[in-house]
């Protein structure tokens, strides 16, 4: 092959790029770390916001995590991996998104030295793995069960999650309704207790204050009723809800009518007449007074349900119809002949109201229900998608406690306690692993340092502090942002859910682990940009 030692060899595509060894670990892990530092800033209640402008102009101001990651154009292949994980963090815990991405970046930023003594990225990955499932471990055993009848705790964890959202006063407003909600939709399976978010449905609406936020014990359809002629507000109302048409169901072949005089088209008319008349019968006769449909209602149908004074909706979303469901108690009838009293649902209160420039249905007052609505308000339109997003947070924070029944201290102080246990674990590891076990505890610590820094504290003087503190057996020892001195969080109501610490550091160390694996990117070539002018004439 001697014949070839001159020649250049083109395996990749031309204008393919590689990065190899250090040059492309320092690359990635310097994006990964980038991205870390846009969302810093905004952790705990001092935290600043982000203003996110994107291509159409469309503004978003938050201080959430995964929404900022979310809304960043991120280019890089490494950094893309921070964005994901925050995603999975919001979507499988729905808190702990910023924190994630501040620990993640952090592991980086500590196995860069270590890879610059000369420790091999399998060595710190395993150490790294190691010192996760003692935190793991230490967590559990930390944690304390929460009756979940105890309203003041978990108001007081959904406000440990909304704190540092733009809410002000509304804060405690909102974690009594966040509270309320989860109560409703709570169910037993088996010995465990489970919860779903998707059974709290939440409908924004500009106008008034956050302080009008409300929970409706039932379902917000946000349609108006179909005929003017109809009651727009019925007590004691018996639900049918319907996934079929109130229409004449149209031919799936041609079919030509020969009609040679008026009388049969009027008699042909009729039929039709006659065919919708006996679908509402139908519906009267069942003791349905409310019809909330998922398809058409026709003109006539409409008109003889307003003579029964019978409330109607239609096209409603078929998520909606389920939620309906769960909140009234009716079955979901697909054929009309099927439809029994037996079938219907009941609320205390079936109201058209007029909310904002829009109409709404409101289904309240349920027996028993297993759905309900929050309607949030504020004056304006970002301010009712930050109050959204600090929902969220609120409701699955409570939603985390039912799935998983333990809470700790947050204000940084478990991760205080487990980085001064995981430095105790490291020396009986031994070898080189030990190095890459203390470089984990000392990532921990980023949270309060991170936490001190955005509350303009001296994050030396506060880590110090809290060291000291632990050592004393201050267990649930952290910061206090509003006075700058380190108290017992679990006195200050300062509680968090095992569930979201827990997926936090090990989404944590799975992304950090995959990212120092990489010893070689290989990027393909861009395609041209079409040229300018449009497309050149044939």
Same mark, same amino acid.
């Not at 995959?514 to 990117?521: E, F, N």
């Given at each position: !092959?001697?014949? @070839?030692?001159?020649?250049?060899?083109?395996?990749?595509?031309?204008?393919?790029?590689?990065?190899?060894?250090?040059?492309?670990?320092?690359?990635?892990?310097?994006?990964?770390?980038?991205?870390?530092?846009?969302?810093?800033?905004?952790?705990?209640?001092?935290?600043?916001?982000?203003?996110?402008? #994107?291509?159409?102009?469309?503004?978003?101001?938050?201080?959430?995590?995964?929404?900022?990651?979310?809304?960043?154009?991120?280019?890089?292949?490494?950094?893309?991996?921070?964005?994901?994980?925050?995603?999975?963090?919001?979507?499988?815990?729905?808190?702990?998104?910023?924190?994630?991405?501040?620990?993640?970046?952090?592991?980086?930023?500590?196995?860069?030295?270590?890879?610059?003594?000369?420790?091999?990225?399998?060595?710190?990955?395993?150490?790294?793995?190691?010192?996760?499932?003692?935190?793991?471990?230490?967590?559990?055993?930390?944690?304390?069960?929460?009756?979940?009848?105890?309203?003041?705790?978990?108001?007081?964890?959904?406000?440990?999650? !909304?704190?540092?959202?733009?809410?002000?006063?509304?804060? $405690?407003?909102?974690?009594?309704?966040?509270?309320?909600?989860?109560?409703?939709?709570?169910?037993?399976?088996?010995?465990?207790?489970?919860?779903?978010? /998707?059974?709290?449905?939440?409908?924004?609406?500009?106008?008034?204050?956050?302080?009008?936020? /409300?929970?409706?014990?039932?379902?917000?359809?946000?349609?108006?009723?179909?005929?003017?002629?109809?009651?727009?507000?019925?007590?004691?109302?018996?639900?049918?809800?319907?996934?079929?048409? @109130?229409?004449?169901?149209?031919?799936?072949?041609?079919? /030509?009518?020969?009609?040679?005089?008026?009388?049969?088209?009027?008699?042909?008319?009729? $039929?039709?007449?006659?065919?919708?008349? #006996?679908?509402?019968?139908?519906?009267?006769?069942?003791?349905?007074?409310?019809?909330?449909?998922?398809?058409?209602?026709?003109?006539?149908?409409?008109?003889?349900?307003?003579?029964?004074?019978?409330?109607?909706?239609?096209?409603?979303?078929?998520?909606?119809? $389920?939620?309906?469901?769960?909140?009234?108690?009716?079955?979901?009838?697909?054929?009309?002949?099927?439809?029994?009293?037996?079938?219907?649902?009941?609320?205390?209160? *079936?109201?058209?109201?007029?909310?904002?420039?829009?109409?709404?249905?409101?289904?309240? #007052?349920?027996?028993?229900?297993?759905?309900?609505?929050?309607?949030?308000?504020?004056?304006?339109?970002?301010?009712?998608?930050?109050?959204?997003?600090?929902?969220?947070?609120?409701?699955?924070?409570?939603?985390?406690? *039912?799935?998983?029944?333990?809470?700790?201290?947050?204000?940084?102080?478990? /991760?205080?306690?487990?980085?001064?246990?995981?430095?105790?674990?490291?020396?009986?590891?031994?070898?080189?692993?030990?190095?890459?076990?203390?470089?984990?505890?000392?990532?921990? $610590?980023?949270?309060?340092?991170?936490?001190?820094?955005?509350?303009?504290?001296?994050?030396?003087?506060?880590?110090?502090?809290?060291?000291?503190?632990?050592?004393?057996?201050?267990?649930?020892?952290?910061?206090?942002?509003?006075?700058?001195?380190?108290?017992?969080?679990?006195?200050?109501?300062?509680?968090?859910?095992?569930?979201?610490?827990?997926?936090?550091?090990?989404?944590?160390?799975?992304?950090?682990?995959?990212?120092?694996?990489?010893? #070689?990117?290989?990027?393909?070539?861009?395609?041209?940009?079409?040229?300018?002018?449009?497309?050149?004439?044939?």
């Amino acid at each position: !092959m001697s014949y @070839l030692a001159n020649q250049q060899v083109l395996i990749l595509k031309e204008g393919s790029n590689r990065n190899r060894g250090k040059d492309a670990q320092r690359s990635n892990i310097s994006a990964a770390r980038i991205v870390s530092e846009v969302v810093k800033t905004t952790l705990g209640p001092r935290g600043m916001d982000k203003m996110l402008v #994107d291509s159409l102009g469309d503004v978003t101001v938050t201080s959430d995590g995964a929404t900022v990651l979310d809304e960043l154009d991120v280019q890089h292949p490494a950094a893309k991996m921070l964005v994901e994980i925050a995603k999975t963090q919001d979507d499988e815990v729905g808190d702990g998104t910023t924190s994630v991405v501040v620990l993640a970046g952090e592991l980086l930023k500590r196995a860069e030295l270590l890879l610059d003594k000369g420790l091999h990225p399998t060595v710190i990955n395993a150490g790294f793995k190691k010192a996760a499932e003692k935190a793991r471990e230490i967590l559990n055993e930390l944690g304390k069960p929460v009756d979940l009848k105890d309203t003041e705790t978990l108001r007081k964890i959904a406000v440990t999650a !909304m704190r540092g959202k733009s809410l002000g006063g509304a804060t $405690e407003h909102f974690a009594s309704i966040a509270v309320d909600a989860v109560n409703h939709v709570i169910e037993k399976r088996g010995d465990a207790f489970s919860a779903d978010i /998707e059974n709290i449905q939440l409908v924004k609406k500009e106008g008034k204050s956050l302080l009008d936020t /409300e929970l409706i014990k039932g379902v917000i359809v946000d349609k108006e009723v179909v005929h003017p002629g109809m009651p727009k507000r019925i007590e004691k109302a018996k639900i049918a809800l319907l996934d079929t048409p @109130l229409e004449i169901e149209k031919t799936e072949f041609s079919a /030509e009518i020969k009609i040679s005089n008026p009388q049969q088209m009027q008699s042909f008319l009729d $039929e039709e007449t006659k065919l919708m008349k #006996d679908m509402v019968e139908k519906i009267k006769k069942s003791g349905a007074n409310v019809v909330l449909c998922q398809k058409g209602i026709d003109e006539v149908a409409q008109s003889f349900m307003a003579k029964n004074g019978i409330l109607a909706a239609r096209r409603i979303k078929k998520s909606d119809i $389920e939620k309906l469901s769960r909140a009234t108690g009716a079955r979901i009838i697909t054929n009309l002949e099927d439809i029994r009293s037996a079938d219907l649902g009941f609320a205390g209160l *079936v109201e058209e109201r007029k909310v904002g420039d829009d109409k709404m249905v409101f289904i309240e #007052d349920a027996k028993d229900p297993k759905s309900v609505s929050i309607l949030i308000r504020a004056g304006l339109e970002r301010l009712v998608d930050e109050a959204e997003r600090a929902l969220k947070d609120a409701l699955s924070v409570i939603i985390d406690v *039912v799935k998983k029944n333990k809470i700790v201290a947050g204000g940084g102080a478990i /991760e205080i306690e487990l980085a001064k246990r995981i430095r105790d674990l490291a020396p009986k590891i031994g070898g080189r692993e030990q190095l890459a076990i203390e470089a984990f505890a000392d990532s921990l $610590e980023s949270i309060p340092r991170t936490l001190s820094d955005n509350a303009g504290l001296e994050q030396i003087d506060i880590l110090v502090a809290l060291r000291a503190a632990h050592e004393n057996k201050g267990l649930w020892s952290g910061i206090n942002v509003h006075t700058g001195e380190v108290s017992d969080m679990w006195k200050e109501g300062v509680l968090e859910p095992v569930k979201v610490k827990e997926h936090a550091i090990g989404s944590a160390v799975e992304v950090a682990s995959m990212i120092l694996r990489i010893d #070689d990117v290989i990027a393909a070539a861009k395609p041209p940009p079409p040229p300018k002018g449009g497309p050149p004439p044939e």
